[in-house]
């Protein structure tokens, strides 16, 4: 069965950081685009980043540009968000999820049945 764990969510303050990881179990990332959502309570899921298998194609959600960066290491089989300066609106449930491609239109979340495979996701709580 093909899922996906994510891991390092956590509690820090506004203006922290911290680095999320997606790896896989029972198949291989480095065939997958792999993208980060979101989803905060009361809200609807919402894309954050994906980036291709390659690593050559990555996109970004505007509310987390230059603060926010995806990388993938497909010798660890491992996608990587590190999350920069922090803010209160970043508290969510992250969920990594995989796709054939990392285009714009990845980040448009609609529906869980149009990504292959999801994590159970990892809260990330922002707060002072």
């Known amino acids: 069965q093909q899922q996906l764990v994510e891991s390092g969510g956590g509690l820090v303050q506004p203006g922290g950081s911290l680095r999320l990881s997606c790896a896989a179990s029972?198949?291989?990332?480095?065939?997958?685009?792999v993208g980060w959502f979101r989803q905060a309570p009361g809200k609807e899921r919402e894309g954050v980043s994906c980036?291709?298998?390659?690593?050559?194609?990555?996109n970004y959600a505007d509310s987390v540009k230059g603060r926010f960066a995806i990388s993938r290491d497909n010798a660890e089989d491992t996608v990587y968000l590190q999350m920069d300066n922090l803010k209160l609106e970043d508290t969510a449930v992250y969920y990594c999820?995989?796709?054939?491609?990392?285009?714009?239109?990845?980040?448009?979340?609609?529906?869980?049945?149009?990504?292959?495979?999801w994590g159970q996701g990892t809260q990330v709580t922002v707060s002072s």
């Open positions: 980036i291709s298998s390659s690593g050559g194609s990555i």
């Open positions: 999820a995989t796709d054939l491609f990392c285009v714009p239109s990845t980040l448009s979340f609609r529906r869980r049945e149009d990504y292959l495979s």
């Open positions: 029972g198949f291989t990332l480095d065939s997958y685009a």
